[in-house]
């Protein structure tokens, strides 16, 4: 079967750093996504991870171990417009035909 | 980036009617669409899988003759929620990759906001 767990919330403060986690047990994997979704948006892409290690992309980071079947999103400098739902999500198949999972989503609060 | 056009953004309609959801990819070809589901403070649930030129792949426990799928064309998949009622009430998402790009950034429509009185 597939998996993705991530916890359900989490809140950080305005200007901190939040780390994001997500394990996986899926059928084959073929990289993993993280998106933001605003409520009542559709979901945007952030990030993309194939292999193992850290990809930094501003304020925004991302890492894989695929060993371990764990990623992490890292947000810095948090803003407020930071809060909304991260998705995180596995590729398991080997086409441009496969279905993307995700995981429930951390909804993540950001107090000033 | 590609964009993916999902229309009606927004549809009421009478429990046992029929409603029509458009996904369009604008500037790209897409052989494959993929349908989602989201109830409100849920993830997505994905409900099919969308093939140009043949029948679509349902996940275990969606029904097709209920959520009936057509990908006519390399830019445009529709799906039908036939017979709605109240408890097909939620936020449908369509997204898609270009085609041959593999894995690929999936791009998702605007989403469509159904409720069924």
């Known amino acids: 079967g597939q998996n993705i767990d991530q916890p359900t919330e989490m809140t950080a403060t305005e200007g901190a750093i939040v780390q994001i986690n997500c394990t996986y047990q899926?059928?084959?994997?073929?990289?993993l996504f993280w998106y933001q979704q605003h409520a009542g948006e559709a979901p945007t892409f952030l990030s993309y991870n194939v292999l193992d290690g850290l990809e930094e992309k501003g304020r925004f980071s991302s890492f894989l171990s695929r060993s371990k079947g764990y990623s992490y999103l890292l947000l810095k400098e948090l803003q407020m417009k930071d809060s909304a739902s991260y998705l995180c999500?596995?590729?398991?198949?080997?086409?441009?035909?496969?279905?993307?999972?995700f995981g429930s989503g951390t909804r993540l609060s950001i107090r000033p | 980036g590609a964009v993916v056009s999902q229309h009606p953004s927004w549809v009421i309609c009478k429990s046992g009617t029929s409603v029509k959801i458009e996904c369009r990819s604008l500037?790209?070809?897409?052989?494959?669409m993929f349908w989602y589901r989201q109830f409100p403070k849920q993830s997505l649930m994905l409900m099919a899988t969308s093939n140009e030129g043949s029948k679509a792949t349902y996940e275990q426990g969606v029904e097709k003759d209920k959520f009936l799928i057509n990908h006519a064309s390399l830019t445009l998949s529709t799906l039908t929620v036939t017979s709605a009622h109240p408890e097909d009430s939620s936020f449908y998402i369509c997204?898609?990759?270009?085609?041959?790009?593999?894995?690929?950034?999936?791009?998702f429509g605007e989403g469509s906001r159904l409720t069924v009185l």
């Open positions: 899926t059928s084959g994997f073929n990289g």
């Open positions: 999500a596995v590729s398991p198949g080997y086409s441009s035909a496969s279905k993307i999972i």
């Open positions: 500037d790209f070809q897409a052989t494959t």
């Open positions: 997204s898609a990759r270009v085609a041959g790009d593999f894995p690929g950034e999936l791009f």
